[in-house]
């Protein structure tokens, strides 16, 4: 038996099975002593018997690739194998297209794309015969640089932008620019592939395993039932294990071919340039407002890029389209098929760049009006959705806004730029609103309860985020049971299909199948109390009615019971406008000599419903205003303005925010209940907190320097 949801409206609040106090606490990440002690596998760490290495090698430059020493190189001491294969794939795909990457290494699309492997019995041999191997292309130069090429696409316009522009009393037309963006996910991208006669099992490093599976079969040609995937350890994500990526693929071709496992790493160089960037941006920015701050016009146009053949396009201005209030608008993107390597998603595609730069000209708006720029965002809050006229199904900005500028002590800011100064340093505050779509995937979960306690499965994957811990509360707090009488395993397409981690949706998706699943378990164990669902309540492995307790091992008479639940999202997504919301505070400190800029501190405040687990959000948020300084300060992918390759590629040359650059950080959640967000009544935290913190950052330069950096990053030699 299923017990199955689509979410079409608002759920009942179904309080009464909360007895048992787990949920929403700061539950310790019950795989966290197995991660720190090495103990937990992660995709490279399995070396199956016999197992062979594999290295990728890219083309060196764009069109039909010719090898010119593949005999000499298949001579090498240890070298097995020179593999081109139509069937490797040209970057990581897009997991909820459910279909193969691009595939095919004739001819190469941008420089760096991965189009052979060299196999031998050690890493070593294979890194050192693919370093020999001499690749020759023939084709170029192709277009990589933004404005070479005429763009596919063209905003949404509803009412008269220009006309509003020119009537409005404060107006302002800017445009921001910022780079190409990587991933940069701790664990490297690795998969060990083996074959059982047709049978094909990978380990690998994947979000979204029953997609990735499809993708598996897609590219090789395969029926996907013949394909098993195993990642029950992730190290990080943020968007470049959505889809497959080369090394899955060339793997298990090569696996085939040599008829034993394979294991193809990619090292750190590799993951730069084989897995998807966030697409460098320009955004136009048009902000019409009346003496008041009320806004009669917004226009945000993007322009972005990626390969030819590639569906994805940096969705920018998602969230522009429901943040404000304004009739007239024009809001969207325009796409340049460029061939620099391959765009894709990278934590909260969109919004992570796009509501960045809006919170950046809400500041200049402000600032040129002269209002405080709280109050700016607060008098342009739309009571409905203002493109689909639907309403929220909740709104938390204000509050958001409120209580985020309280807790910064926001109100002794000085109302004009370059106030306060200590020593060489010029001292400012900026801030930004957050916001996020909230979006339900369809995802199943299993549990079987046994007098020794539950067992979660499902396809889900755990990439930092903090799933396990999450599926072990939302199951005990059902079931009644204490977090150590809870097993939670995932990652293994022999579960049941999951949804998957990406786009904020993991916890509240999955966690609402696992939490029908054990409803599933209560209905049967109240009709065996002879009680109603709504009179039962389970708590430390018992189960009461009325007056009457029963240990739950009594109940199952030494069997096991099984709860299966699927939920999937319904109209409750059309009908209402789902949405995280926050607010970002940041004081930073320019110096008036050198430029640098040192975050001194750094407030956050977020909505997104029920909180699962205090502590694993709270790293989330974290996560995000890290990556908040590092797009504000030093983030950005270089590209030759030859040939489009990234030119520093690693993290020596990319500099992400690291412990010296990040300051305390306060992070604060509202308390919040969205009933239409499915049983729940959670939404997706993952990512909210990145977006608009840069802006924060970046609107603090403003007001302690007077300087508006609108290319990113603020590097010292665009803040001086
Ligand atoms: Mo996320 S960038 O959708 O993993």
């Known amino acids: 038996m299923t017990l199955d949801l689509k979410v079409d409206g608002q ?6 099975a909360f007895a048992q106090g787990l949920l929403g606490t700061a539950l310790d990440r019950p795989d966290g002593v197995l991660k720190v002690t090495g103990a937990a596998v992660y995709a490279a760490d399995d070396v199956p018997e016999g197992c ?33 294969d139509k069937r490797m794939v040209r970057n990581a795909a897009q997991g909820t297209a459910n279909a193969a990457p691009v595939q095919g290494v004739d001819s190469a ?49 509803t009412g008269d932008l220009d006309a509003a522009m020119a009537e409005a009393p404060h107006r302002l037309d800017v445009t921001y620019t910022t780079p190409s963006m990587t991933s940069a996910p701790m664990e490297p991208h690795a998969a060990v592939a083996w074959w059982e006669g047709d049978a094909l099992t990978v380990r690998s490093a994947l979000q979204m395993l029953k997609y990735n599976r499809n993708e598996l079969a897609d590219s090789l040609g395969i029926d996907p039932a013949k394909v098993r995937l195993l990642a029950p350890y992730v190290g990080g994500g943020f968007g470049s294990k959505l889809g497959i990526a080369a090394e899955a693929v060339a793997a298990a071709i090569a696996a085939q071919d040599l008829g034993r496992p394979v294991r193809v790493v990619q090292h750190r160089r590799q993951v730069f340039e084989t897995v998807t960037r966030r697409s460098e941006t320009r955004q ?22 990626n390969l030819p053949g590639e569906v994805f396009q940096e969705p920018v201005t ?93 109100s002794d800011r000085a109302p004009k730029p370059r106030a306060r100064r200590e020593g060489e340093w010029w001292i400012g505050t900026g801030m930004s609103a ?63 299909p999951g949804s998957g981690s990406g786009g904020s949706w993991g916890a509240a998706t999955t966690g609402n199948a696992v939490w029908l699943a054990a409803q599933e378990i209560r209905a049967e164990l109240a009709r065996r109390m002879e009680c109603g669902e709504g009179e039962l309540t389970l708590k430390d492995g018992t189960a009461t009615c009325g007056n009457r307790r029963v240990a739950l091992a009594d109940l199952l008479d030494g069997a096991t019971l099984e709860g299966h639940g699927h939920i999937e999202a319904g109209d409750a997504f059309s009908k209402v406008r789902q ?72 993290l020596a040359e990319y500099h992400m925010a690291v412990n ?37 950052v970046l609107n603090a330069i403003h007001h302690a320097c007077g300087v508006r950096v609108r290319d990113l990053p603020a590097t010292p030699d665009r803040v001086l």
Request: glycine letters at 12%; charged letters at 25%; proline letters at 5%.
């Open 11 to 16: 759920s009942e609040e179904r309080a009464e």
């Open 52 to 84: 062979a290495y594999g290295m990728l090698v890219r083309a060196p430059g764009f069109g039909a690739i010719e090898v010119g020493n593949a005999d000499e190189v298949r001579a090498m001491p240890g070298v097995l194998a020179v593999i081109r």
């Open 109 to 157: 699309d941008y420089v760096g794309q991965p189009v052979a492997l060299v196999v031998a019995e050690s890493f070593e041999a294979a890194r050192h015969a693919a370093q020999a191997l001499q690749l020759r292309t023939d084709g170029g130069p192709l277009p990589v640089n933004p404005g070479d090429v005429e763009t596919e696409g063209e905003p949404d316009t």
């Open 284 to 305: 136009r920015l048009r902000l019409a407002a009346d003496r008041t701050g009320k806004l009669s016009g917004i226009g945000q146009e993007a322009w972005v890029s």
């Open 318 to 410: 998602q969230a522009t389209a429901f943040a404000y209030g304004a009739v007239h608008r024009v809001i969207g993107e325009r796409l340049e098929r460029l061939h620099r390597p391959a765009a894709g998603s990278v934590r909260a595609p969109g919004e992570a760049v796009g509501v960045t730069i809006l919170e950046c000209a809400m500041d200049e708006l402000a600032n040129d009006i002269g209002i405080d720029p709280v109050e700016l965002r607060l008098r342009n809050i739309p009571d409905t959705d203002p493109e689909g006229g639907i309403p929220f199904s909740s709104h938390m900005l204000a509050e958001a806004l409120k209580t985020g500028a309280r807790r910064f002590g926001w």
């Open 434 to 496: 957050a916001f996020r779509v909230n979006v339900m995937m369809e995802a199943e979960a299993r549990i079987a309860l046994s007098p020794e306690g539950a067992v979660v499965e499902t396809d889900m994957t755990d990439i930092g985020t903090g799933t396990y811990a999450i599926l072990t509360q939302i199951a005990g707090e059902a079931l009644g049971l204490p977090a150590e009488k809870v097993e939670v395993r995932l990652g293994d397409t022999t579960y049941p």
């Open 579 to 650: 949405s995280t919301f926050g607010a970002h505070f940041a004081e930073v400190a320019v110096n008036d000599v050198t430029g640098e800029v040192r975050v001194r501190r750094m407030s956050g405040t977020f909505a997104a419903g029920r909180i699962l687990n205090e502590k694993t959000a709270r790293s989330q948020c974290h996560g995000g205003l890290t990556w908040g300084i590092g797009m504000a300060l030093t983030e950005g992918m270089v590209h030759d303005r030859r040939d489009g390759h990234i030119v520093n590629r690693d």
């Open 660 to 696: 010296a650059d990040v300051p305390p950080l306060d992070v604060h959640f509202l308390e919040e209940r969205d009933p239409w967000a499915g049983p729940l009544m959670s939404k997706g935290i993952g990512e909210l907190g990145i977006c608009g913190a840069a802006a924060a």
